[in-house]
Every structure is written in C-alpha cells, then in structure tokens.
C-alpha cells in the first residue's frame, strides 16, 4: 500500500519568509510525529499528534514553528521567518497502534529545506 | 528508555550474513527493542522489534539474549542496498502511544562490500 509521503521533496526560501511543508500519513494510522534531521546529525523531535488528543509541542524549537493536523490526517508543519539555522530535512512518520503494545513508526522521504 | 551501545561501523561481505551487535544493559522489564535503519539521504525505515522472544521478518532476524542485555540484528543474506546507519532503540510502550518520540543514537555505520 501506499507509504508516508511529503510534499515539497525539496525547498529553497530566503530567510525571513515562511514555509509550509505537508505530511500524508499512511491511512489509518493515528499517530503522527514530525522530526528533522540536520546534516550528519540524528534525528530531532518536533511535534507529535494522536487521534483528538492535544498535540505533545515539547520538541519544537521556537514560536516560529507550528503544525496542524486536519481530520486526524494531513499535517501541515509551518515555519515562520525562517532561520538560515532552520535548514535540515523534516521528515514526517506515522504509527498504527494508540493500544498498549508495540508499534513502529513509518518514514517519509522527507523535505530538505534550505534557507538562503 | 535504556541507553544502548552498538559499534560504530562494520563491513560485511555481499551476500554474507550481516550481524549487528546492540548492547542494552539497563533495559527494564516492559521495555522492547527495535531497530532500524537508514540509507543515505532517505527517511528511516523500521525493521523489526522484540521484547523476549526472537523475531523473524522478511527483512530481518532479531536475536535477543535470555537476560535481555544485548541483541543481535542479522541481515542473512546482505546486499549492497544493505549499505546504511543500522540504530538499535529500547523503548518503553505506553497505553495511547504517548511520548513514542524515537531518539536515535550513533548507531552502525553498515559497508556491505562486493
């Protein structure tokens, strides 16, 4: 079936504008998560949602950063006045489970942004 | 989550069994181990986790000691698609999946070789 997927796969802004980049889940899964992922470095959590519940924003990094989760699917991760500093590739998982147990997260191919 | 400790590189052979270490001393009892990995310039890709038994998938086989110190990832017949950063992850599961957040370590650098 169809992956994770994330649009734009590439985006070039000057600093000070602002950006959006947009995750589709795979269908069903309720759980979604935003990370990214600066060069050679590991992975940074940024937001994540489940079902209804409020999102957990522990892992983002400034008011400038924002995200929404339409309908308990599309996400839209939002970047204001953009850093040179913001540069990295976010990436977008989901996870199928909200029950004790178990579960993995799946991939997007994520977004590389660049701030010029 | 536990700490976990893996080599930070290892070459493998085409076509040879890649096994890939995870040292995971500290793991408690309801915490579970996963792996996964990722190529360059991709997004991370799971593939597989355990809590006691051995697991087994199309991707991979997960050996987990009787005390649950440490594991084994083994890619059976690797390729040089194989070629990735190879993390191993303890984690704890709570009810609703609340702070299931992944934080990756350093992970195993994987050369798979011709």
């Known amino acids: 079936g169809a992956g994770v997927s994330q649009s734009p796969s590439n985006k070039v802004t000057e600093k000070g504008k602002d950006v959006e980049l947009r995750c589709d889940p795979i269908?069903?899964?309720?759980?979604l998560y935003w990370y990214r992922q600066s060069l050679g470095q590991g992975l940074e959590f940024l937001i994540y949602f489940q079902g209804n519940s409020a999102p957990d924003k522990s892992g983002l990094p400034s008011d400038r950063f924002s995200a929404e989760r339409t309908g308990g699917s599309v996400s839209t991760l939002t970047i204001q006045r953009t850093q040179q500093e913001d540069s990295a590739v976010y990436l977008c998982a989901s996870s199928p489970r909200t029950s004790w147990g178990s579960y993995e997260q799946y991939f997007g191919p994520g977004t590389r942004l660049t701030v010029t | 989550d536990a700490k976990t400790t893996q080599p930070p590189s290892m070459d493998c052979a085409e076509g040879r069994a890649a096994n890939l270490p995870c040292n995971h001393s500290t793991i408690s009892g309801n915490e579970y181990v996963y792996w996964y990995r990722q190529i360059h310039s991709q997004g991370p890709q799971y593939i597989i986790h355990?809590?006691?038994n051995n697991e087994t998938n199309e991707m991979a086989s997960l050996i987990i000691t009787e005390d649950r110190k440490s594991s084994t990832l083994i890619l059976p017949h690797a390729t040089l698609r194989d070629t990735a950063v190879y993390y191993c992850?303890?984690?704890?599961?709570?009810?609703?999946?609340?702070?299931?957040?992944?934080?990756f370590g350093k992970g195993t650098k994987l050369s798979v070789k011709p």
């Open positions: 992850i303890v984690r704890v599961e709570r009810y609703g999946g609340s702070q299931g957040n992944l934080i």
């Open positions: 355990g809590l006691k």
């Open positions: 269908s069903g899964h309720t759980a």
